[in-house]
């Protein structure tokens, strides 16, 4: 399978830089996964398609303020890391800029001195391995000098660092937030649970990786990276009964998604509570043990994503319906429009 298959025209101011005033002023596409007919809506009406005993999965992941500036002891040259996975404690495989002045050793200083990184390691993709030594907890050191990593294609600041965590966010870890789940609000949740409508919670903590390009000609070729996950015995135990009771399990992001189908493959369709990594890469073919249907932002040309909802709800429907977004001038990508597929 071609990877340009899932290729469109996608025009850049199309590409939302900041996102909007309300959570739930976005606009939703719903898109029927067996017919491929969509309609036009507001995600504030989402109501009218989630039914009594239906459960949405929601990843509660947070994103860590992970971009950090600071300077070479020895030179004062300036340096920004960016941290992608915590390998032990203190030690974080990060991203150096520019990653030619860090090398073993080199020690950088943050916020006058409050936060240092010692490199420990190079690693073969570039990146560098930095041993980070402070006073007090760390995420509360992060919180108080880091950025927010907002992904490479949003070139605006972003003004107020909430919008990019969803309302429900708990779980420190993730280099990216899960955007389906920037819609909800408080009130949405509300009402749905008192439609009749369970909502649970994984975690999956998404890695940077969720932005880099397919750049391999054929889509099995392709390799995914790992991301952590954790699911609760009372998620497991809730998911299982409404499939058992023939509810539906509508995940709420390619990142639920992808934890949701990594158990229920290694378990024949059933949840377990469990914690782990996920490579698993889905695309057209790949047969759904999990989910019923799923809320899911708009995706990148040629991206792993693309092809995890062109596998749901069929490659010529997605990219009709994203011919369709692009008339209609939905916004895409992170702090873009929603789809609902069912």
């Not at 606009?27 to 898109?31: P, Q």
């Not at 309609?39 to 507001?42: G, L, S």
């Not at 903590?205 to 932005?211: A, E, K, Q």
């Given at each position: 399978m071609k990877v340009e298959l899932f290729d469109f025209h996608l025009p850049e101011e199309l590409i939302a830089q900041v996102p909007l005033k309300e959570r739930d002023a976005s606009?939703?596409?719903?898109?029927n996964k067996e017919s491929g007919e969509y309609?036009?809506?507001?995600f504030k009406h989402i109501l009218e398609y989630i039914q009594p005993g239906d459960c949405l999965v929601l990843n509660d992941t947070r994103v860590l303020p992970a971009r950090l500036f600071g300077v070479?002891?020895?030179t004062g040259a300036k340096v920004e890391i960016l941290l992608l996975k915590q390998q032990e404690e203190d030690v974080w495989e990060t991203l150096a800029k520019p990653a030619k002045r860090i090398k073993e050793g080199a020690v950088v200083s943050f916020g006058d001195g409050k936060l240092k990184a010692t490199c420990v390691g190079v690693l073969e993709h570039g990146g560098r391995l930095m041993k980070f030594t402070y006073e007090g907890i760390f995420l509360e050191v992060l919180e108080s000098l880091g950025e927010m990593p907002l992904p490479p294609y949003i070139k605006e600041q972003l003004d107020d660092q909430e919008r990019y965590q969803t309302v429900f966010s708990r779980e420190s870890g993730s280099a990216a937030a899960p955007t389906a789940g920037l819609h909800f609000t408080e009130q949405i949740l509300q009402e749905l649970k008192a439609?009749?409508?369970?909502?649970?919670f994984i975690t999956l903590?998404?890695?940077?990786?969720?932005?880099r390009p397919v750049s391999v000609e054929n889509v099995e070729e392709h390799e995914m990276h790992a991301e952590f996950y954790q699911i609760s015995e009372g998620t497991a135990r809730l998911l299982n009964e409404v499939k058992s009771r023939g509810g539906r399990i509508i995940s709420v992001g390619t990142t639920s998604t992808r934890t949701l189908e990594t158990i229920a493959s290694k378990h024949n369709g059933q949840f377990v509570s469990e914690s782990g990594w996920t490579n698993i890469f889905i695309y057209p073919?790949?047969?759904f043990k999990a989910i019923d249907g799923m809320i899911t932002n708009f995706h990148l040309p040629k991206s792993s994503l693309i092809m995890l909802v062109s596998a749901l709800a069929g490659r010529e429907n997605v990219l009709r319906a994203y011919e369709e977004a692009v008339r209609e001038k939905y916004r895409f990508f992170s702090f873009g429009d929603a789809m609902l597929i069912i």
């Open positions: 606009r939703l596409m719903v898109l309609k036009h809506e507001q070479k002891e020895d439609k009749g409508v369970h909502i649970a903590h998404v890695g940077l990786g969720t932005f073919g790949y047969e």
